[in-house]
């Protein structure tokens, strides 16, 4: 259900935001299905609240507005390490990559308060994110419509290709 408005399930009073690798109830105001990851988002000042979460357990990654295929797509690629999460801000210069780290390519790591879980069958990551960085190797997130690209890795190697991946349209209110 993309949009909370006329439905019960969502929440009118909101919870506290915390990034603790689960989403808890009344915590995000929407969720979107995108194949086998389902997106939570929470709108804030001038930055968003992100859960990404899905029953497969290889890395997770959401570009935003990607150009051409990956050309110009702000990557976020989500892994656990072990018990640990990790996230990396990478930005694809290639049409089909590669995606280094920002802060490979002159950027900064613009991903705040990282978490991550893998428990009850679900990979969990929990992070924020200003709306505009200002980072060169970022691409901005707007009140609306994000056109977006997602993917699912075999494992938890990043370098490796994706098992499945997909586009489309984060709305985010």
Same mark, same amino acid.
């Given at each position: 259900s993309a949009s909370p408005s006329g439905d019960s399930n969502w929440p009118t009073t909101?919870?506290?935001?915390?990034?603790?690798?689960?989403?808890?109830a009344n915590e995000y105001t929407q969720s979107q299905k995108f194949g086998d990851i389902e997106i939570f988002t929470r709108l804030g000042e001038d930055e968003v609240y992100i859960a990404i979460q899905s029953e497969k357990e290889g890395y997770l990654s959401l570009g935003i507005r990607p150009e051409e295929q990956m050309q110009g797509g702000d990557i976020i690629t989500c892994v656990m390490d072990g018990s640990q999460a990790r996230v990396y801000d990478t930005y694809?210069?290639? =049409?089909?990559?590669?995606?280094?780290?920002?802060?490979?390519? +002159?950027?900064?790591? &613009?991903?705040?308060?990282?978490?991550?879980?893998?428990?009850?069958?679900? =990979?969990?990551?929990?992070?924020?994110?200003?709306?505009?960085? +200002?980072?060169?190797? &970022?691409?901005?997130l707007v009140a609306g419509n994000n056109p977006i690209m997602w993917a699912i890795g075999p494992g938890p190697d990043i370098s490796a290709r994706h098992s499945s991946r997909g586009y489309g349209n984060l709305v985010i209110q």
């Amino acid at each position: 259900s993309a949009s909370p408005s006329g439905d019960s399930n969502w929440p009118t009073t909101l919870t506290a935001w915390i990034s603790g690798g689960s989403v808890a109830a009344n915590e995000y105001t929407q969720s979107q299905k995108f194949g086998d990851i389902e997106i939570f988002t929470r709108l804030g000042e001038d930055e968003v609240y992100i859960a990404i979460q899905s029953e497969k357990e290889g890395y997770l990654s959401l570009g935003i507005r990607p150009e051409e295929q990956m050309q110009g797509g702000d990557i976020i690629t989500c892994v656990m390490d072990g018990s640990q999460a990790r996230v990396y801000d990478t930005y694809s210069y290639g =049409t089909f990559g590669p995606h280094p780290e920002d802060t490979a390519q +002159g950027g900064t790591d &613009d991903i705040m308060e990282v978490s991550g879980s893998r428990q009850n069958g679900l =990979t969990t990551f929990e992070f924020k994110r200003r709306l505009n960085t +200002g980072d060169s190797r &970022d691409k901005a997130l707007v009140a609306g419509n994000n056109p977006i690209m997602w993917a699912i890795g075999p494992g938890p190697d990043i370098s490796a290709r994706h098992s499945s991946r997909g586009y489309g349209n984060l709305v985010i209110q």
